[in-house]
């Protein structure tokens, strides 16, 4: 049969794109796969694009985003369209999430620079302290 043909198990699978049985298994768990069919053992049969869906999976959480997003992008897509929009809209949150993320950061890195320079000027009254230098305000 020409289909049977096509359709990979998942160990094949596994090999050809670098990614283990269990995380297959996993995706396909919660929805992010399907296999076409199965073996009369009981083996998972995929057909050959399934290594396309799984580069694209691991690229979008590369990038950041949750496996929950990456399955309602993947759902915009097996409807027939290219969630590429709805992609933009949530690298552009996330782009702004690392910015407050950076700033947050820069103030925090001021911060500790400040507390190492004073590290030095150990208060003399320490009582009920644990470590003064860090506790001023």
Known sequence: ML???QLQQIGTIAKESGIPI???RYYEEVGL???SSRTEGGFRLFNA??????????RSQS???SLTEIREFLDVHDRGNLPCQHIKAKLL????????QIQHLLVL?????EIISDWEK???QTENKICPIIERN
């Open 33 to 35: 796969i399907r296999a």
């Open 3 to 5: 289909v049977q043909e």
């Open 122 to 124: 150990v208060p003399e």
């Open 109 to 113: 890195k001021s911060e500790l620079e």
């Open 22 to 24: 269990k995380t297959i």
């Open 93 to 100: 949150d996330k782009l702004a999430a690392i910015e407050e």
């Open 63 to 65: 990038l950041g985003l």
């Open 49 to 58: 694009d399934i290594i396309e869906r799984l580069h694209f999976i691991k």
